[in-house]
């Protein structure tokens, strides 16, 4: 029988307090020295990580093991993947970089793919491939033909890890990645070629683009470790490779209607009781918002019921009025002592779209959203 399971972990991340001890001690006893680059203050994390990261081997050898019992081993794909560099600056191999950043080191990631019954151990491709890629590689795994009519923008790697001689053309792969509702065109973007790779290194955390920030270009095909810009002296490649990326652009751009509106958190469906907010999905107050400060939810209630609302902060904090607002309608009320939580109850909310916001006002007038805010819902049928 056909099974698909896809499997996203939440591991190694953030938070990192829980990790399993043993394998935790393990690492904390090992120097650490040669994969910090010397950024000895994060040992302690860097063994967190490295904790988390062998328990997830235990886990896919659990997996496996359970293949081979049932007899599955030999004609099951088991893909795996990560999806970005560390989160600090620690070893990754000959290249430069960490999450976030768009140089090799934050961008460039393994992928594993285990077929016994037609993949030979072993084999490798260094051709330059993406996600996009993932889809048609495995429609041709299964035999199943692209749909007529359904163009997709990636191709089948497959006789790649086959080692069959294929002509991989020279291909061009964009990744843009910051904060923000809008793509901002040219910010924190890369363009790679099988040769050459275009960098726009204008930072994750913004969603505007700072000034004055250069486009560079690496030779990468020489210089894995982008260390030596050489777009003074290609500048005819900068401005093929910046067409491509207008080009690019572009076209993601106008995919769909509405194109890059932020999708609305859906709350109060049968299915769901319980919704947590948190600040990692909050939108912005104003255009000068740094991330982790002010914001507010854009939600959309599938039906009218009434909640009890929590309203939690990570740490303890001051007296002072919490005010929220979800759509028109509006409340106030009184925090009279130090918490780090705030509960309103039989919050009555109609059905659509609102944005929610809460903002405590303390008494010296400084102000703070709550990192998390959770809806209860209090009744098992819509409100009548």
């Known amino acids: ?42 040992a302690d994390y860097t063994a967190r990580v490295f904790a988390m990261e062998e328990n997830i081997d235990q886990n896919v050898g659990r997996l496996e093991t359970k293949l081979e019992a049932d007899g599955l081993f030999e004609n099951t794909i088991v893909i795996y993947m990560a999806d970005n ?8 191999g000959p290249f430069r970089g960490k999450k976030t950043e768009v140089f090799e080191g934050g961008v460039r990631t393994f992928f594993f793919m285990q077929w016994p019954a037609r993949l030979k151990p072993g084999a490798t491709s260094d051709r330059l491939t993406a996600h996009l890629d993932v889809l048609p590689t495995l429609l041709e795994a299964a035999g199943v033909p692209v749909p007529r009519g359904l163009k997709l923008d990636g191709r089948s790697f497959l006789p790649l890890l086959e080692g069959k001689p294929v002509a991989w053309p020279d291909r061009f792969i964009v990744t843009q990645s910051h904060r923000g509702n809008v793509p901002v065109r040219y910010h924190n973007f890369e363009l790679r070629t099988e040769r050459w790779k275009l960098v726009h290194p204008s930072g994750f955390g913004r969603e505007t683009m ?25 500048m005819e490649v ?7 990326y207008d080009a690019w652009f572009d076209d993601v751009s106008r995919s769909h209607p509405d194109n890059y509106a932020p999708p609305r958190i859906v709350v109060g469906t049968d299915r769901e009781t319980r919704t947590v907010l948190t600040w990692q999905d909050w939108r912005p107050r104003v255009t000068t918002f740094r991330w982790g400060l002010l914001g507010h939810w854009l939600l959309r209630f599938a039906t009218e019921r009434s909640y009890d609302v929590e309203f939690r902060w990570p740490h303890p904090v001051q007296p002072g009025t919490l005010f929220l607002t979800i759509g028109v309608l509006e409340w106030r009320v009184a925090v009279p002592q130090v918490t780090d939580q705030v509960l309103i109850k039989d919050v009555h909310i109609p059905s659509g779209d609102a944005d929610l916001s ?27």
Not at 85 to 92: A, I, L, W
Not at 219 to 227: K, L, V, Y
Not at 358 to 384: F, K, S, T
Request: hydrophobic content about 35%; aromatic content about 10%.
């Open 85 to 92: 560099g560390p989160d600090s600056y620690r070893y990754v």
């Open 238 to 244: 900068v401005r093929r490779l910046k067409a491509q």
């Open 1 to 42: 029988k056909r099974f698909f399971i896809y499997l996203p972990t939440n591991a190694p991340h953030r938070p990192v307090h829980d990790v399993p001890m043993d394998l935790y001690r393990k690492y904390r006893k090992l120097d650490l020295t040669s994969v910090l680059l010397g950024h000895l203050e994060n």
């Open 358 to 384: 809460a903002l405590l006002v303390h008494q010296d007038g400084a102000m703070e959203d709550p990192y998390h805010v959770v809806l209860v819902r209090r009744y098992g049928l819509p409100h009548p």
């Open 210 to 234: 700072p000034p004055n920030v250069h486009f560079e270009l690496y030779d990468i095909r020489h210089d894995r470790a982008e260390g030596r810009d050489v777009a003074a002296e290609h």
